[in-house]
């Protein structure tokens, strides 16, 4: 089945520098990648997602881009801000097919400071 | 509003009395999952649903069962609660395979 690895596990930046987070996976298969955003004590939400035929997609200071041959995928948050701080998470799946097992990354902590 | 409801948001039991997670969605999507968020594991699934009546096993579907006898409904069965079982639980939905996931408030469960 797939695997999904993700680094930093916590990640601290000045407010006003870049974040940048980090996932591998291991299934060639899976062609869909969203980025949710889990602030203390609520839900995940989506941020961004990006899908196999795209390399680089971006949504105003957030950006994710997708390197299929070497299977990662990457989250890039510029000037960052306090509000910003949460934990991040990447998902592989596969689009199509009536399937939707969706596989996640352990998540990363980021901390803004002040 | 949108939204995915889920029940009870908080929940101590004890070890082997079974309890029932409800879930229900008001947006008409087709596929439904359950998760479970464990410090360091990040969000795992346990099980999913294509559509009612069809269901299929996650990555960790041990000690839990689901059932979808209605589109807007997808309620997670602990039959004999254990210890390590102890978690937060989200309920999800979403239209189809490859797109938004939509996460209810999620459910804390102790099991003592």
């Known amino acids: 089945g797939e695997n999904v690895e993700q680094h930093p596990s916590t990640l601290s930046v000045q407010e006003g520098d870049s974040a940048v987070i980090k996932c591998t996976y291991s299934d060639s298969a899976s062609n869909y990648f969203p980025w949710y955003k889990q602030e203390l004590g609520k839900r995940p939400q989506l941020i961004i997602d990006i899908r196999s035929n795209v390399g680089e997609k971006k949504d105003q200071r957030i950006a994710v881009t997708l390197n299929k041959t070497a299977k990662h995928f990457s989250l890039h948050i510029t000037e960052t801000q306090p509000e910003d701080s949460a934990v991040y998470f990447c998902a592989a799946s596969k689009e199509g097919g009536g399937y939707q097992k969706v596989t996640f990354g352990t998540g990363t902590k980021l901390q803004v400071i002040p | 509003e949108a939204q995915v409801t889920q029940n009870p948001r908080y929940l101590i039991t004890v070890t082997g009395k079974k309890l029932t997670v409800t879930c229900s969605q008001n947006m008409n999507h087709e596929y439904m999952s359950w998760y479970r968020q464990d410090p360091g594991l990040g969000l795992r699934q346990i099980y999913y649903?294509?559509?009612?009546?069809?269901?299929d096993k996650g990555d960790v579907p041990e000690g839990y069962k689901v059932s979808r006898k209605e589109k807007r409904n997808f309620p997670l069965i602990l039959e004999s609660p254990s210890p390590n079982q102890t978690s937060l639980y989200f309920c999800?939905?979403?239209?189809?395979?490859?797109?938004?996931?939509?996460f209810g408030e999620g459910s804390w469960l102790t099991v003592v």
């Open positions: 999800a939905s979403s239209p189809s395979s490859g797109n938004t996931i939509y």
């Open positions: 649903s294509m559509n009612v009546e069809v269901t």
